[in-house]
Every structure is written in structure tokens, then in C-alpha cells.
């Protein structure tokens, strides 16, 4: 038989309901896991020996009795540091919340325990949560990722993605505001689903910028295969969440198996012609593409619009009180080395700003100075007017698809793959076609398809800093996973799962798949 943290957690359900595996063992085997790779991957924050152990042999003798009944029965799970455990300080990172214990879990985790779940523990995140790249702060350090030590798992939900590649967790629950669920899925070979907002209650996730609304953060599961984020999406059913949080709709989930995938309209870009993915990322796109339409699904291209807009509207709302709430968060602890770029962007003087974007442009760069003339303080007339513009350039966007009658769109995620360590403060805006789906609020989920070929970490076309960049970062790419972003129409996660369900069986089939989970290298 195969070693245990090796299986998935759908496999290792059929197991335990037949008998054949008990969930101590399944507990223990992942223990052995982290005790051979955790000192190399640094995935986690908190590991829950005693309490993970105890849960299983209490869930052991349930079943014993008869009793196991729900779905996710003696199987463990971890959780990203942000969400409420009941016990632990959410610290998201940041010394100032060390000392602030979760009276009570997260909606999602006291979910998952009735559903039988067991807690294995806790995963990275980095300071503040607002690095998309890398996961790293000054109480528990750096996570690498598995593919390549050295170089960033993905943010904020890095832990996560680095636990589950390298075969310390199953599955578990992660966030995202701007990626940072479908980042991890994307660099560290597994996948990822970023629901529509509060189809999955965010009562006990924590963020850093409380009160911001114009993009929200939203919780949502992680694992190594599609099944299992089907399993995890139909345990923590909405009407389960509603009735703990009203904010959650009563909304089941169709049923991903009675959806045909082939029998879906899917709309594609590789390019949204403001920032060209890495080679590796568009052909990851195009296989996606062909693996659907040579097996019958009707392919439009989608050329998306108000792409620039969408994304310098995403950092004028995180910034708008001028980073006054990050600031006073971090009560005086300096940043991490991946978000001094921007803090020091943000905190400049208008007029500061202003200067700077006109020398850069004259010295031939474009989009840097976008970038700094949307950051710093808003009137709350600007920040209405933005909430307006926000909700009218979705109803734009779902017209469009309505239009081309797309049912799921294919295209990139992070522009590049994985980066070494200490390249990620300047690339933020790598991360333009993960961000245009927060704030345009459409369920999003990350499937794995390739790794990187040597003949494709050579970019053409460097036109200023942000494709020099570009350029390190794919230079150092050869091997490393390549995921592709399945988007759907709000409250349609059935369709993005179905479609993420085929491409991940069709891809298995090459030679280039990334398989999870590996040896930390």
C-alpha cells in the first residue's frame, strides 16, 4: 500500500469507512511526514500533535460505536494562521497580536469539527497578509517552497499551499484578497478555490484592514486534487455556515459529477495586454484550451477590458486611509523585506508621489507610476465614487460574458511561477489576473496543468523595471508547477469545479504534470 500522506483525502475516506486505515494512523503517518520535511519547508505555524492524536482516537473509538456520521469523519485538516482557532492567537504574522487568544473557532472550523474533521494545525502566513509571493515574518519565520527551497510558496495562504504540496496536510481552508489562495495553488502545484463572497462564512478570519469593503477577503479550501475541494465544498455546505452566519446565503451547491464540462462555453485570454504572463504560464492557458475543445467544449476568446482600471482600483480602495491601518496594526515592528516597496509608496506625500511617477515616466516607465498615483489617502466622496465604479464594471464584465454566453473563463494566474525569495517586493502587480476577481467578486480556483520547460525562462520584449523583474524571476523557473485560473459566473462554483475536475484528470495524463506531494528539493 501506498505510504498514507501520499493519498488523498478522498481516498483516504473510502478507507476509513471501509475499515482499512484508522485515522490515528492517518494522524501519525502526517506527524512522520512533518518530522522529515517541516525543517525544510517551514510550513507551519502551529502543529497540534496531542490535540490532533486525541481527536483521532476519540473519532476512532465514534466509529467504533456507530457514530461516525459526518462527512469529513477522522479526517485531518489544517487551517491557515489568520482563522480562528479556538485558543491560539490569530496573529497574521505581526508581534502586535501575539497575546490575543480566538475565544471560539471560525465559523468554517466549527463546520468542519461536526462534519468530524480533526485540526492538525495551523500554517504560515506572511506579516500582514498583504504579501502575494512569499510567506515569511518574524515569529515563525520563512515557508520555501517544496519544488525549490529558496524560493516563495505564495501568499498569503503559503503555509497552506506548502503543507499540502509536501504532504503534511490533506487539505484545509485558506483566504484570499488578492490571490492569496490561488497564488499558493499556482506555485506550489495543487489547487485552490476562491468562492464568490460569503458562500463560505469569514466570521473569525482575520485581516488587517478592517473595514475596507471595496475588495473583501474570502475564505475558501485548498487541497491536492479537485475531489478533494469537492469533498471540502459539499462538507462545509452554505446552509451548514448560514446557520451559524446570516451573511452566508442557504445556497447548496449543485452537483459538480452532473456537470459536463465539454458541454460548457468557455471563454480564454493568455494575455490581458497589460502585463504578458511568462511563457510557461500562456502555454499552460492554451493547453487548458485545447485539452476542453479537443474533447468538444465550445472555445470563445474573451479580450478582457478595464484591465489597468480594475487593477489600480484594487490598490486605491487598500490603501485609501493613506495605510494608516496597516501601520497602526504593526504598532512600530518593521515590515518584512517583500512589503517595504510599497509601505514606502504608500506613506509618501501626494506631492511626493506625484514628483517621482513624472521622473520615472520621463525615464521611460509606465507602470510603476500608475501604480504610485493610485496609492495614499481618499476623500470619502473618492472612496463612494470607487464603490460605485466598482459595481458597475462587474455588471459590465457578467454582461459581456453574457454576451459571448461564456460559462467558464481559462486564464493566467500569478504572471510568472515561483520566486526566489527576495524578489517579490517590486512584483506585486504580478498578480493583475487574480486581483481583477476579488473586486469584480466571480468565483475563481487554481488547477495545476505543467511545470516550466528550459526553453521557456528567457522573456522577450523588457520594456522597464516591471519586465526586468519578470525576467529574474522566470530565469529561475525550469521545473517549477504552472497553474491556470478557472473562473465562473457568481454562485456557480459547481462550474468552475467541474471544469478544474476535467482539466486535472486530462493533464495527469502528461509527463510534465506536477505531482503532489514530493520531496521537499
Known amino acids: 500500500m ?14 476509513l469507512d ?3 486505515v484508522s485515522s490515528v494512523e492517518i494522524v501519525q503517518a502526517l506527524h512522520a511526514r512533518a518530522d522529515e520535511v517541516e525543517p525544510r519547508v517551514g510550513a507551519f505555524s502551529h502543529q497540534l500533535r496531542r490535540e490532533s492524536l486525541a481527536a483521532a482516537e476519540a473519532s476512532d473509538a465514534e466509529r467504533a460505536k456507530g457514530d461516525a456520521t459526518g462527512m469529513l469523519h477522522g479526517l485531518p485538516m489544517t487551517v491557515k494562521e489568520n482563522i480562528d482557532t479556538e485558543g491560539l492567537a490569530s496573529t497574521l504574522g505581526m508581534r502586535s497580536r501575539e497575546n490575543l487568544p480566538a475565544p471560539q473557532d471560525a465559523v468554517t472550523v466549527r463546520v468542519a469539527k461536526a462534519e468530524g474533521a480533526l485540526v492538525l494545525g495551523k500554517t504560515n502566513v506572511p506579516q500582514s497578509l498583504l504579501a502575494p509571493m512569499e510567506t ?8 520555501h517552497n517544496p519544488w525549490r527551497h529558496g524560493h516563495g510558496p505564495g501568499g498569503s495562504s503559503g ?19 488578492g490571490g492569496s489562495i490561488r497564488t499558493p495553488a499556482a506555485f506550489c502545484g495543487i489547487v485552490g478555490i476562491k468562492p464568490t463572497r460569503n458562500r463560505w462564512s469569514n466570521v473569525g478570519s482575520n485581516g488587517v484592514l478592517a473595514g475596507q469593503e471595496l475588495v473583501q477577503s474570502q475564505v475558501g479550501p485548498m487541497a491536492r486534487t479537485t475531489d478533494d475541494l469537492i469533498l471540502l465544498m459539499e462538507a462545509l ?9 446570516p451573511a452566508v446565503p442557504p445556497l447548496p451547491l449543485g452537483d459538480v459529477r452532473d456537470i459536463d464540462a465539454t ?21 499552460g492557458v492554451r493547453e487548458a484550451v485545447r485539452l476542453l475543445e479537443d474533447a468538444g467544449a465550445r472555445v470563445v476568446r474573451f479580450e478582457p477590458q478595464h484591465v489597468e482600471e480594475i487593477l489600480f482600483l484594487y490598490f486605491r480602495g487598500l490603501t485609501a486611509d493613506g495605510t494608516e491601518t496597516l501601520f497602526e496594526a504593526l504598532d512600530g515592528e518593521s515590515f518584512i523585506q517583500p512589503l517595504r516597496t510599497l509601505a514606502r509608496m504608500a506613506r509618501m506625500p501626494k506631492q511626493a ?3 517621482l511617477a513624472k521622473a520615472l515616466r520621463l525615464m521611460g516607465e509606465n507602470r510603476v507610476p500608475q501604480l504610485l498615483e493610485a496609492m495614499g489617502e481618499k476623500r470619502v466622496k473618492d472612496f463612494w465614487s470607487m464603490a460605485a465604479r466598482r459595481t458597475a464594471l462587474r455588471r459590465e464584465e457578467l454582461g459581456e460574458w453574457d454576451r459571448k454566453g461564456i460559462d467558464v ?18 512584483f506585486t502587480i504580478g498578480f493583475v489576473d487574480l486581483a481583477r476577481f476579488n473586486l469584480l467578486d466571480m468565483p475563481a480556483g487554481v488547477v495545476p496543468i505543467t511545470r516550466v520547460r528550459p526553453d521557456e525562462i528567457h522573456r522577450s520584449g523588457i520594456r522597464d523595471r516591471v519586465d526586468k523583474r519578470a525576467a529574474q524571476i522566470e530565469a529561475e523557473s525550469t521545473g517549477l508547477p504552472v497553474g491556470v485560473q478557472v473562473v465562473g459566473r457568481p454562485w456557480r462554483e459547481d462550474q468552475v469545479l467541474a471544469t478544474m475536475r476535467f482539466l486535472e484528470e486530462r493533464a495527469r495524463e502528461g509527463e510534465a504534470f506536477p505531482v503532489t506531494p514530493l520531496d521537499p528539493r
Open 263 to 283: 458541454k460548457l462555453t468557455v471563454g480564454f485570454f493568455e494575455d490581458d495586454g497589460w502585463l504578458t504572463p511568462a511563457a510557461s504560464v500562456r502555454r
Open 136 to 143: 515569511t515574518n518574524a515569529i515563525f519565520g520563512t515557508t
Open 409 to 426: 473563463l481559462l486564464c493566467p494566474s500569478y504572471a510568472t511561477p515561483a520566486a526566489p525569495q527576495g524578489m517579490s517586493h517590486d
Open 353 to 355: 508621489r506625484t514628483g
Open 159 to 177: 503555509g497552506e499551499g506548502a503543507a499540502i504540496a509536501s504532504g503534511t496536510s490533506l487539505f484545509g481552508i485558506g483566504t484570499d484578497i
Open 237 to 245: 455546505r452554505s446552509p451548514a455556515q448560514a446557520a451559524l452566519d
Open 18 to 20: 471501509d475499515g482499512e
Open 2 to 15: 501506498a505510504e498514507l500522506h501520499t493519498l488523498s483525502a478522498t481516498t483516504l475516506k473510502k478507507m
